[in-house]
């Protein structure tokens, strides 16, 4: 339990003091220094984070839950038995995280900092939003506190402290009085506006997540929009938060990658039938980019089309359509790589420009922001198009009349637009989940067998925590609620 609050990778020397003028010197290691260096923390934070979560989006309960993929064999995650879930590794790279600021503080380099806290809202964010009530104040203060047992924070207040941190990431980064170092700065090559947009635009994200239950989420998320030069946004693609995978080693390559094939086994995982269904009623172009077609339609025994998707929680999946040759599989030619050269599309992903356009599509929908020059609408639109253009199909979907159709074309309904945006959010991140249980889009069939009241709305707190820290877990339990998948967290109610 201690392990997971302290920091796991920076290691200090303790140098006895002496007498003699030159003791220390003579016996200090040049090559193990007592600090580590802030560029080398940063992109351990960063590579950490962004591998991490595109995990998830991809072989993990994310993608289950948003019902992009069905599994064939070991069927667990699809049929939502899922248990509690381990949080570690999200602590261990907050720790990391927690010394990069440390060390930052201490050598006064703001820009740093800033990064720090940009990187703190959104593992910190994606922690809370994955539990609900989770340690906060008190976490990661083994090492100065001896606490090593903390208690858990309400959501309610995790959030708002978040959201304050970006928003003094944002201004820590408009004068940093120092630069980012290029080298070292994975995502962004040392660009302090890019950090700042990825801030503002984590914010929005937030915002809309929470708005239900937050009464200044909308006023905020206007704030934002009214002032650009105060705090910039994405405006591109070529803003995204995002990391390549360099594919030249596993942990460097997608997790479907052909190094990475223990963490993807096609074998085992099918494109889910709510997926292919709705890309083929809306003649979507990437269709074909994402799903191989069938091997054959010989011996099909329910559906004849080329492309066939597995229906979730079902009996004998691995049977279904006549088994294994006559259902799709996702893209050898696409997602089957290892990264870098070969597909430089398949990144790991924070949050995209694509997505920005769908949240603020959303709050305009509501009547909630306005946008200069747009329309829910317009954005609505460019988040599709932006999507298409992404995996180079914006010229098949124009002239295919793509957006006249009547399933695409904008009628102004919520379903409509969260159907589309989870079809752009396929494999970034969680969010193809984390909308749907906020808003019910798309209304999937989660099946026969699946376990539970639908479509999870959390992870189960982790064994550990009641049996480590068992008297703030019972504490945190009969404030949020039973812990199990079902719950619902602060911003659901």
């Given at each position: 339990?201690?392990?997971?609050?302290?920091?796991?990778?920076?290691?200090?020397?303790?140098?006895?003091?002496?007498?003699?003028?030159?003791?220390?010197?003579?016996?200090?290691?040049?090559?193990?220094?007592?600090?580590?260096?802030?560029?080398?923390?940063?992109?351990?934070?960063?590579?950490?984070?962004?591998?991490?979560?595109?995990?998830?989006?991809?072989?993990?309960?994310?993608?289950?839950?948003?019902?992009?993929?069905?599994?064939?064999?070991?069927?667990g995650y699809d049929l939502f038995v899922w248990g509690p879930v381990d949080w570690n590794d999200i602590f261990a790279r907050l720790s990391v995280n927690k010394t990069f600021m440390e060390t930052a503080s201490g050598r006064g380099e703001n820009q740093y900092i800033a990064v720090g806290k940009i990187m703190k809202a959104f593992?910190?964010?994606?922690?809370?939003?994955?539990?609900?009530?989770?340690?906060?104040?008190?976490?990661?203060?083994?090492?100065?506190?001896?606490?090593?047992?903390?208690?858990?924070?309400?959501?309610?207040?995790?959030?708002?402290?978040?959201?304050?941190?970006?928003?003094?990431?944002?201004?820590?980064?408009?004068?940093?009085?120092?630069?980012?170092?290029?080298?070292?700065?994975?995502?962004?090559?040392?660009?302090?506006?890019?950090?700042?947009?990825?801030?503002?635009?984590?914010?929005?994200?937030?915002?809309?997540?929470?708005?239900?239950?937050?009464?200044?989420?909308?006023?905020?998320?206007?704030?934002?929009?009214?002032?650009?030069?105060?705090?910039?946004?994405?405006?591109?693609?070529?803003?995204?938060?995002?990391?390549?995978?360099?594919?030249?080693?596993?942990?460097?390559?997608?997790?479907?990658?052909?190094?990475?094939m223990i963490d993807f086994d096609y074998l085992k995982t099918k494109v889910s039938k709510e997926l292919v269904d709705r890309l083929i009623l809306r003649n979507d172009p990437r269709l074909g980019i994402w799903v191989e077609p069938v091997k054959s339609t010989v011996g099909s025994t329910v559906d004849l089309n080329k492309y066939?998707?597995?229906?979730?929680?079902?009996d004998a999946p691995s049977a279904y359509n006549g088994g294994e040759d006559h259902v799709s599989v996702f893209s050898s030619s696409f997602f089957r790589k290892n990264g870098g050269a070969t597909n430089p599309v398949l990144k790991a992903s924070l949050i995209t420009y694509t997505e920005m356009c769908f949240i603020l599509a959303?709050?305009?929908?509501?009547?909630?922001?306005?946008?200069?020059?747009?329309?829910?609408?317009?954005?609505?639109?460019?988040?599709?198009?932006?999507?298409?253009?992404?995996?180079?199909?914006?010229?098949?979907?124009?002239?295919?009349?793509?957006?006249?159709?009547?399933?695409?074309?904008?009628?102004?309904?919520?379903?409509?637009?969260?159907?589309?945006?989870?079809?752009?959010?396929?494999?970034?991140?969680?969010?193809?989940?984390?909308?749907?249980?906020?808003?019910?889009?798309?209304?999937?069939?989660?099946?026969?067998?699946?376990?539970?009241?639908?479509?999870?709305?959390?992870?189960?707190?982790?064994?550990?925590?009641?049996?480590?820290?068992?008297?703030?877990?019972?504490?945190?339990?009969?404030?949020?609620?039973?812990?199990?998948?079902?719950?619902?967290?602060?911003?659901?109610?």
């Amino acid at each position: 339990m201690k392990l997971k609050y302290i920091t796991i990778l920076v290691l200090t020397l303790t140098v006895m003091s002496a007498c003699k003028k030159d003791f220390d010197k003579i016996n200090t290691n040049p090559n193990s220094p007592q600090t580590t260096n802030t560029e080398f923390l940063m992109s351990d934070v960063l590579v950490s984070s962004a591998y991490a979560y595109q995990e998830n989006a991809v072989n993990r309960r994310p993608a289950s839950a948003a019902r992009y993929l069905t599994l064939v064999r070991n069927t667990g995650y699809d049929l939502f038995v899922w248990g509690p879930v381990d949080w570690n590794d999200i602590f261990a790279r907050l720790s990391v995280n927690k010394t990069f600021m440390e060390t930052a503080s201490g050598r006064g380099e703001n820009q740093y900092i800033a990064v720090g806290k940009i990187m703190k809202a959104f593992n910190f964010g994606y922690l809370t939003d994955l539990y609900g009530d989770v340690p906060y104040s008190q976490a990661l203060k083994s090492k100065e506190s001896n606490v090593t047992t903390p208690e858990y924070d309400k959501q309610e207040v995790i959030y708002p402290d978040l959201l304050l941190e970006l928003r003094e990431a944002n201004d820590l980064l408009k004068n940093p009085g120092g630069e980012i170092n290029a080298k070292a700065d994975v995502i962004y090559k040392g660009k302090a506006l890019q950090w700042r947009k990825f801030a503002n635009t984590l914010r929005l994200r937030m915002l809309l997540r929470i708005a239900k239950t937050y009464p200044a989420a909308f006023t905020e998320m206007q704030e934002i929009i009214n002032s650009p030069a105060v705090y910039p946004v994405f405006e591109s693609s070529s803003d995204n938060a995002e990391m390549a995978y360099l594919g030249n080693i596993a942990a460097y390559s997608w997790p479907g990658g052909p190094l990475a094939m223990i963490d993807f086994d096609y074998l085992k995982t099918k494109v889910s039938k709510e997926l292919v269904d709705r890309l083929i009623l809306r003649n979507d172009p990437r269709l074909g980019i994402w799903v191989e077609p069938v091997k054959s339609t010989v011996g099909s025994t329910v559906d004849l089309n080329k492309y066939v998707g597995v229906p979730n929680a079902i009996d004998a999946p691995s049977a279904y359509n006549g088994g294994e040759d006559h259902v799709s599989v996702f893209s050898s030619s696409f997602f089957r790589k290892n990264g870098g050269a070969t597909n430089p599309v398949l990144k790991a992903s924070l949050i995209t420009y694509t997505e920005m356009c769908f949240i603020l599509a959303e709050g305009m929908q509501k009547g909630r922001i306005t946008v200069p020059g747009e329309s829910a609408e317009s954005m609505y639109y460019k988040g599709i198009k932006e999507s298409m253009n992404t995996y180079g199909v914006a010229a098949a979907a124009n002239a295919s009349g793509y957006y006249a159709q009547t399933l695409v074309k904008y009628d102004g309904s919520l379903e409509q637009l969260i159907t589309q945006k989870w079809l752009a959010m396929l494999f970034k991140g969680a969010e193809g989940w984390f909308d749907q249980r906020r808003t019910g889009f798309p209304a999937f069939v989660t099946g026969p067998l699946a376990g539970g009241k639908g479509i999870p709305k959390r992870y189960v707190f982790p064994d550990a925590e009641s049996a480590l820290n068992n008297t703030n877990y019972q504490k945190a339990i009969a404030v949020f609620g039973p812990d199990n998948e079902s719950t619902l967290m602060w911003y659901l109610k």
